[in-house]
C-alpha cells in the first residue's frame, strides 16, 4: 500500500482521487490567497490546528493501545503545538486580536511553535521503542506535564517577559535569529529523519512513509519562509501550504497507528507467537503420528513370535508332527491356552493403547447380530457344558446391525467368558432387544455375585476381583476395554449383582453407528 | 492336486502354513517375497494364493495388484494373511484385489476350513 | 531325599515347576497361598523353599517374613520367583528375608543349575 492509498479502492484510482482532490484544495486556496491573504491564512491555519487538534484527541484516547512513546510525545505536543499556532493565528497581521499590530508577534509565535514541534519531534525519535517509566505506566502523564510546562514557558517568555527574540522588523523583514531558527529547525527535523531512517524496520512501513512525508514537508515550508519579505508574500503562502500538507501527513500516520492498526506492536508479538503455536501444532501433529505408527508396529511385532508358538503347539495337538503321550498332549495343551490368554492381553493392550492415544477407528461394517449370537454359543457352548453349566442364547430373528461387529463381538464374548468363569452351578443367558436405535444385549448368570465394594471398582483398569481359594487368568482389563469400547459406540455397559445370586451385565449401543465426540 | 503357492517371508510362519497344508494333502510352492510371488503365480498357474501383507520390498497389496494385472488368472484366489495393526487393512486387502483375508496369528484348528472356503 | 516347598497360586506354573524338579529327583510339596505356605513349612520343614511374590492374600515378602519369625530353621533357602516388574522388587525380597531370587519366565534349561546353588 502507497502513502495515499487506504486500501479500499484500486490503487491506482485512489492516487489520482487524492491528488485531484488535493490540487483542487490547493488551487482554491491560492485563488483566495490572491483575493484576500487574511482568509487564506486564517484557512490555511485552521484546517492545521484542527487536524493536530485531532492527533491530540485520538493519540489521548487511545494512549493506553498505543505502546509507543514515539507516537504519544508526536501526539501530545501537538495540543501544545496547535495552540500556539491557533495565537499564532490570532495575532496575524490584520486580525486586530493582540494590540499592537506588529508582525513580530505572529512571526514569534510562528518560530516558538516550530521550535516546539522540531524539539518534541526529535526527542520522541530519540525515545523510540524506549519507555520513560517502568512499562510505560505514567508516561502519557509526565509527557502531558513536561510538554504543559514547556508550552507555558514559551508563552510566558514571549507575552509576559517579553524577552523572546525579535522575528520581524517591520520595513526591514526577517531578522537574522529568525533565518538562522529556521535552518536551526530544518537541521533538527532532517536529524529526525536521519534516525527514523536508521529505526526504519520498528514502523509499519505506511505510517514510515507518511512520517517522512510530513517532515519533508515541514523542512520545505521552513525553507520557505526564510525567502519571505512581507507577511503577504508568495513564499509565505508556499510555506504555509506545506506546513498544511505536513500536518495531514501526521494526520494520516497517527489515524493507522491508533486506529486502524493500534496494536502493531503488539501484532508483531501475535504473530511470534502464533508462529509458535503453529510450531508446536505441527510437532503433536508428528507425535500423533508417530504414536499410532509405534502402536501399529508394536501391534505386529508383539504378534509375530505368537504365530509359532500358537501355530505348532496346535500342530503337535493335533498329533500331525507324530504321535504323543499324554503328558506331552497335557503340556501342550497347557501352552496352547497360556499362548490364547497372551494373544488376548496383547490384542486388549493395543486396543487400550489406541483407545488411550485416541486412536480408535471403528471398523463400521453391515452385519446380522444372530449370526454373532450364534458364533458365541458355538464358542462358549462347550465350555460352559464342561463345567456343568447350561448357557442359553436367544437367538434373534434378524437384527442389522451398522456397527464395528468385530468389537461388539468382543464385548459380548468378554461378559459371556467373565460369566462362566465366575460361575459355578446354574445358567448363563444371553438376550437383546432393541428399541429404535438402541440395541441392548445383556449377559445374565447365577454365578457368585459381585460385592458392592468390588462393583465400583469394576470398570476400572487393572482392577482384578480377588476371590479367595479362586485363581483365575485376566488382566484387569477386559471389563474396562469393554466399557471404553461401548462408549466409543454410542452406549454404555451397567451391572447389577448380589453375591451369591449372580449378576446381570448390560450394554447398549447404536444400531446404525455415529461417530462420538470424546470418549 | 491343488497347487497353493505360499508368499511369507518369515521362516517360522511358512513352515507353519506348509506343513498345514501339505498335511491336507495339498501341493505348496513357497516365496519368500512379493517379485517372487508375481513370478511364481505367472509361472506356475497356481489355485490359490497365501499371501502374507507384511513383506519386505513391495508389500502384499503391491504384489496383489501385480498379480491382477499380469496374464495370470484373474480368477485366482487370493487370501490376504494380515495381523490388522491399523484400521483399513481389510479395505486396502480388498480394494488390491484380495478375495479374502485371514487373520493373525492363524489358529492351526480353523484355517483350512477357512482356506477351503476359497478352493470351490 | 531333599524336600522342596512350593508356593504357588498359578495352577500352571505350579505344575510346571513342579514337574521339573521330580524330574531332577526331589520331593515336592505344594502350597496355593501364603498362609498355607508358612503352615506348611512348620509342619514340613522342607530343605527349601520356592516361592512366588505375586500371591493372593498375603504377598511373599510377608510370607518370608512369617517364615522367618516362625520356629522353622533360620538357615532355610527361601528363593523369591519374581517378574521383576517394579524396581526395588530385589532389595525388598532380600530386605524381607528371601536367600535369593530367580527371574520369571523361569528358563526350563537353567533352573535347576539356579536352584542347586542353594542346595547344600
Not at chain 1, 83 to 108: E, R, W
Not at chain 1, 197 to 226: D, H, K, M
Not at chain 1, 240 to 256: E, G, M, P, Q, T
Amino acid at each position: 500500500m502507497g502513502i495515499f492509498q487506504t486500501g479500499r479502492y484500486p490503487a491506482s484510482i485512489e492516487l489520482i482521487l487524492y491528488g485531484a482532490i488535493a490540487c483542487i484544495i490547493l488551487f482554491c486556496l491560492y485563488v483566495v490567497n490572491l483575493n484576500n491573504f487574511l482568509l487564506f491564512h486564517s484557512l490555511v491555519e485552521i484546517a492545521s490546528i484542527v487536524v493536530a487538534f485531532s492527533i491530540f484527541v485520538i493519540v489521548w484516547n487511545t494512549r493506553r493501545t498505543i505502546t509507543s512513546t514515539f507516537f504519544l510525545i508526536i501526539g501530545i505536543s501537538f495540543l501544545f503545538s496547535g495552540t500556539i499556532d491557533l495565537v499564532h493565528m490570532l495575532a496575524y497581521k490584520g486580525m486586530s486580536v493582540f494590540p499592537g499590530n506588529s508582525a513580530d508577534l505572529p512571526t514569534q509565535l510562528w518560530i516558538a511553535a516550530r521550535y516546539y514541534q522540531s524539539i518534541t519531534f526529535l526527542i520522541a525519535t530519540l525515545l523510540i521503542r524506549r519507555s520513560i517509566t517502568k512499562d510505560r505506566k505514567y508516561d502519557d502523564s509526565i509527557i502531558l506535564v513536561v510538554c504543559a510546562a514547556a508550552f507555558c514557558l514559551v508563552m510566558t517568555s514571549i507575552f509576559l517577559w517579553q524577552n523572546f527574540p525579535c522575528c520581524y522588523i517591520e520595513g526591514t523583514g526577517l531578522t537574522p535569529f529568525k533565518i538562522a531558527s529556521e535552518y536551526v529547525i530544518s537541521a533538527f527535523l532532517i536529524l529526525a529523519i536521519i534516525i527514523l531512517a536508521l529505526r526504519r524496520s520498528t514502523f509499519n512501513p505506511v505510517v514510515w512513509q507518511y512520517l517522512i512525508a510530513a517532515q519533508v514537508f515541514l523542512i520545505v515550508g521552513e525553507l520557505a519562509f526564510t525567502t519571505y519579505v512581507g507577511v503577504y508574500d508568495f513564499m509565505n503562502m508556499i510555506g504555509h501550504l506545506a506546513k498544511l500538507v505536513s500536518v495531514y501527513f501526521f494526520y494520516r500516520a497517527i489515524v493507522v497507528v491508533a486506529l486502524t492498526h493500534p496494536l502493531d506492536l503488539l501484532f508483531s508479538e501475535l504473530k511470534e507467537k502464533s508462529m509458535a503455536l503453529e510450531q508446536s501444532n505441527n510437532q503433536l501433529k508428528m507425535l500423533d503420528r508417530l504414536k499410532s505408527m509405534f502402536i501399529a508396529s508394536m501391534s505386529h511385532e508383539l504378534r509375530t513370535p505368537l504365530n509359532s508358538i500358537i501355530g505348532f503347539t496346535g500342530i503337535l495337538i493335533k498329533g500331525m508332527a507324530g504321535e504323543l503321550n499324554a503328558e506331552q498332549k497335557k503340556q501342550l495343551g497347557m501352552v496352547q491356552e497360556s499362548s490364547r490368554h497372551l494373544l488376548s492381553l496383547i490384542n486388549d493392550v493395543i486396543d487400550i493403547s489406541k483407545i488411550e492415544a485416541g486412536n480408535i477407528e471403528a471398523d463400521i461394517s453391515q452385519f446380522n447380530l444372530a449370526d454373532v449370537f450364534r458364533e458365541v454359543e458355538n464358542t462358549f457352548g462347550p465350555t460352559a457344558q464342561e463345567r456343568g453349566l447350561v448357557l442359553t442364547v436367544e437367538i434373534p430373528e434378524s437384527i442389522t446391525i451398522t456397527s464395528d461387529e468385530r468389537r461388539i463381538k468382543q464385548v459380548i464374548m468378554n461378559l459371556v467368558s467373565n460369566a462362566i468363569k465366575f460361575t459355578d452351578e446354574g445358567r448363563i443367558g444371553l438376550t437383546v432387544r432393541q428399541e429404535g436405535m438402541v440395541v441392548e444385549v445383556r449377559v445374565s448368570d447365577t454365578g457368585i455375585g459381585i460385592g458392592k465394594e468390588d462393583l465400583e471398582q469394576l470398570f476400572r483398569p487393572f482392577v482384578r476381583v480377588q476371590v479367595p481359594g479362586r485363581f483365575t487368568e485376566g488382566t484387569g482389563l477386559g471389563l474396562y476395554l469393554s466399557k471404553k469400547l461401548v462408549q466409543f459406540l454410542g452406549g454404555d455397559i451397567t451391572v447389577e449383582s448380589e453375591l451369591q445370586k449372580g449378576s446381570m451385565f448390560t450394554f447398549s449401543f447404536l444400531a446404525t453407528y455415529e461417530k462420538q465426540e470424546d470418549l | 492336486m491343488t497347487k497353493i503357492l505360499v508368499i511369507e517371508d518369515n521362516e517360522k510362519n511358512r513352515y507353519l502354513i506348509s506343513f498345514i497344508l501339505r498335511d491336507s494333502g495339498y501341493d505348496v510352492i513357497e516365496a519368500i517375497t512379493g517379485e517372487e510371488g508375481v513370478e511364481t503365480a505367472i509361472r506356475e498357474h497356481v489355485d490359490l494364493v497365501l499371501m502374507d501383507i507384511q513383506l519386505p520390498g513391495i508389500d502384499g497389496y503391491e504384489t496383489t495388484r501385480r498379480i491382477r494385472a499380469s496374464p495370470a488368472d484373474d480368477t485366482i484366489p487370493i487370501i490376504a494373511l494380515t495381523s490388522f495393526a491399523m484400521t483399513g487393512d481389510r479395505e486396502r486387502a480388498l480394494a488390491a484385489g484380495c478375495t479374502g483375508y485371514i487373520e493373525k496369528p492363524i489358529n492351526p484348528d480353523t484355517i483350512m476350513d477357512d482356506i477351503q472356503k476359497y478352493l470351490r
